[in-house]
């Protein structure tokens, strides 16, 4: 999934439920259930999430609704792997992006 979400320090949960095209209930259960997931608060109580949160966040985006792990599956999957799963996932994403360009191309030749 490409995100395209503007280069900022903090995203609001509506931003982030618009650009993963999910309920925001969701994210909140996803914060709730898992651990990497630590979205701060300003003083109404909004969540305002880190580019790290949105990382952690399309990782587990990744692991539950495009391979189909259960959520106590994902969760165990960080648990043993953690360092290999966010390595993996990168690269995944990377060639992706090149794959996408690829093919940009190849349709303007």
Do not use: C
């Not at 259960?29 to 997931?37: A, C, Q, V």
Request: charged letters at 35%; aromatic letters at 10%; hydrophobic letters at 35%.
């Amino acid at each position: 999934m490409e995100l395209n979400l503007p280069d900022k320090r903090y995203y609001s949960i509506g931003e982030l439920a618009k650009a993963f095209d999910v309920n925001t209930s969701l994210l909140r259960f996803w914060e709730k259930e898992f651990d990497i997931l630590k979205p701060k608060k300003n003083a109404k109580g909004n969540r305002m999430f880190t580019p790290q949160d949105v990382k952690n966040l399309s990782l587990i985006y990744h692991l539950v609704k495009e391979r189909g792990f259960t959520l106590d599956g994902a969760k165990e999957y960080l648990k043993n792997k953690p360092k290999e799963s966010v390595d993996n996932f990168e690269i995944i994403r990377k060639l992706e992006s090149i794959k996408q360009t690829l093919i940009n191309i190849k349709k303007e030749l």
